[in-house]
């Protein structure tokens, strides 16, 4: 069996910006995000002495389970020493996916599918929308950061079929 054949799709994680990370170093920290999804492991780069760092990096993962969480942990760059944990949180891609699988088309660009709200089982710092963005569904995100005193960072997802993969 190939890979072609558990294959779903991709999924290309935009991730933007950190709003207010902790301080890890003297007056400032060297962020950066790292995302997981099953066994799949991808960084961004680092951003030195920034506590509110624009990474606009798009990080994609194949998917071959829908149920699996993305995992993120913003990490604090160190030269001579572990870098330092500035928090995590965990995204359920399944509203997502249930908005894929509705196979909708031709909605006028903006248009709210889903709604999710934030509440004690995820982390989300506000109101997440999937809505209709060029032609495609998109599902934006500011989430609030775990294990940490403070930070957010926002990201998008975005849905990328691949011709001979099993689909969704």
């Not at 558990?6 to 709003?19: P, Y």
């Not at 930070?151 to 975005?158: K, R």
């Amino acid at each position: 069996m190939s890979l072609m054949d558990n294959l779903l799709g991709i999924l290309r994680v935009h991730v933007k910006r950190g709003v207010n990370l902790a301080v890890r170093d003297v007056s400032s920290s060297d962020p950066y995000v790292v995302l997981k999804l099953g066994r799949q492991k991808l960084k961004t780069k680092v951003v030195k002495k920034n506590v509110n760092p624009q990474w606009e990096e798009d990080l994609t993962f194949t998917v071959t389970d829908p149920n699996l969480p993305l995992n993120l942990v913003v990490y604090d760059h160190d030269f001579f020493s572990k870098d330092d944990k500035m928090g995590d949180a965990e995204i359920d891609l399944k509203p997502y996916i249930e908005a894929l699988r509705m196979e909708l088309s031709g909605l006028p660009d903006g248009t709210i599918i889903s709604t999710i709200h934030p509440n004690r089982s995820n982390c989300l710092a506000e109101e997440s929308y999937i809505r209709w963005s060029n032609d495609r569904i998109v599902q934006s995100f500011c989430l609030r950061l775990r294990n940490v005193e403070r930070g957010e960072v926002e990201l998008e997802l975005q849905w990328i079929d691949l011709p001979g993969s099993k689909g969704l």
